[in-house]
């Protein structure tokens, strides 16, 4: 392929940031992700990666879009404020949250997905700290 096929595929892509997989040092893991190519992370591999990603952000701005035209500025304004408050609800750092007030909010309490099923916090293999965890959250560490 020409650098001119690639510059029209360029055009229309934005770089995804967060789905290549690093390292603890900052270096590409090939055992975990596998070769590194530069187009890979220029260019999504399928095209509908992005819209995979972007997927809560579309559906949250079309249903404040139409929150908006059936009841006014006020309406969304108001969601978007609660949506907030139920984000900076956590536990400690080194537990799972639930986040619990923010599936009732979307309505997606009452869903079973995949993240319900396959993942269990108490299965988790990743278990840190909890003091120095704490510390690095308050920023002391």
């Not at 789905?19 to 975990?32: A, F, M, P």
């Not at 999504?44 to 995979?52: D, F, M, N, R, V």
């Not at 099923?117 to 003091?131: R, W």
């Amino acid at each position: 392929m020409n650098s001119r096929g690639v510059q029209s595929h360029m055009k229309d892509s934005v770089a995804v940031e967060g789905l290549r997989s690093k390292g603890d040092y900052g270096v590409h893991d090939t055992l975990r992700s596998g070769f590194t190519s530069v187009k890979n992370d220029i260019i999504p591999a399928h095209p509908l990666e992005l819209a995979e990603k972007n997927f809560e952000l579309n559906q949250d701005k079309m249903n404040f879009s139409t929150l908006r035209n059936i009841q006014g500025l006020h309406a969304p304004l108001k969601l978007q404020m609660e949506y907030r408050a139920a984000r900076q609800i956590q536990r400690l750092p080194f537990l799972q949250s639930s986040n619990i007030a923010l599936d009732t909010l979307r309505g997606t309490d009452e869903n079973i997905g995949f993240e319900d099923i396959l993942n269990d916090p108490t299965q988790s293999e990743i278990m840190g700290e909890p003091h120095v965890m704490v510390e690095c959250k308050l920023g002391l560490f």
